[in-house]
């Protein structure tokens, strides 16, 4: 199995940085596609950013394009998303999600930009 927790979210002011990590405790995600969704409040999860199993290859949603960037450590079973130039309208909760299909998915973490 695949079990995902994420980390790393809080409130920041716009302009600034945070780092989300998502730990896989279970089943090696090493040839797994991982990604990045957030939903804000009224409105559906969207997809952020994902990476493929190598990390070779790697999506952004527009809006993010230039501020965010996801990595992984397939030895540490970790994904990372650093997120720079934050803005108020990154306001969401941010969930990991793992596989095709996006088969699993973590608890999610809120991350709040004030303006």
């Known amino acids: 199995q695949v079990h995902l927790v994420e980390s790393g979210g809080g409130l920041v002011q716009a302009g600034g940085s945070l780092r989300l990590s998502c730990a896989n405790s279970g089943r090696t995600a090493g040839n797994y596609v991982m990604g990045w969704f957030r939903q804000a409040p009224g409105k559906e999860r969207d997809i952020v950013a994902a990476?493929?199993?190598?990390?070779?290859?790697?999506y952004y949603a527009d809006s993010v394009k230039g501020r965010f960037t996801i990595s992984r450590d397939n030895a540490k079973n970790t994904v990372a998303l650093q997120m720079n130039s934050l803005k108020p309208g990154d306001t969401a909760f941010y969930y990991c999600?793992?596989?095709?299909?996006?088969?699993?998915w973590g608890q999610g973490t809120q991350v709040t930009v004030s303006a």
């Open positions: 999600a793992a596989a095709s299909h996006w088969a699993y």
């Open positions: 990476i493929n199993w190598s990390g070779s290859s790697t």
